[in-house]
Nanobody, 116 residues
Framework: QVRIVESGGGSVQAGGSLKLSCVVSGFEFSRYPMKWYRKYPDRDHEPVAT????????EYVNSVKGRFTISRDDSRNMVYLQMNSLEFDDTAKYYC?????????WGQGTQVTVSS
């Protein structure tokens, strides 16, 4: 069974930084792209960053380019999201998951709140 645990969220002022962490188990981690998603109330999970297998390539949505950095540690089955220059609109619950998502299984997420 896939197990995902996110951590590192919190409350910061605009312009601040946070680093999210995610540890996963239940599948062959190194073979899968991993994504960070964020979810606003009453909306679906939206991908914000992707790190491909072996960390060879990363992708970001335009709104976080230059501010967020995704990385992975295959020896620990962990994914990270360094978030700098946080903005009010980054306020959301953040989740990580493999791509593709397995049977709609998600972790509990970690809340990021940015005050302006």
């Amino acid at each position: 069974q896939v197990r995902i645990v996110e951590s590192g969220g919190g409350s910061v002022q605009a312009g601040g930084s946070l680093k999210l962490s995610c540890v996963v188990s239940g599948f062959e981690f190194s073979r899968y792209p991993m994504k960070w998603y964020r979810k606003y109330p009453d909306r679906d999970h939206e991908p914000v960053a992707t790190v491909f297998a072996f960390g060879l390539r990363t992708e970001y949505v335009n709104s976080v380019k230059g501010r967020f950095t995704i990385s992975r540690d295959d020896s620990r089955n962990m994914v990270y999201l360094q978030m700098n220059s946080l903005e009010f609109d980054d306020t959301a619950k953040y989740y990580c998951n493999r791509d593709p998502v397995y049977r709609n299984q998600w972790g509990q997420g970690t809340q990021v709140t940015v005050s302006s």
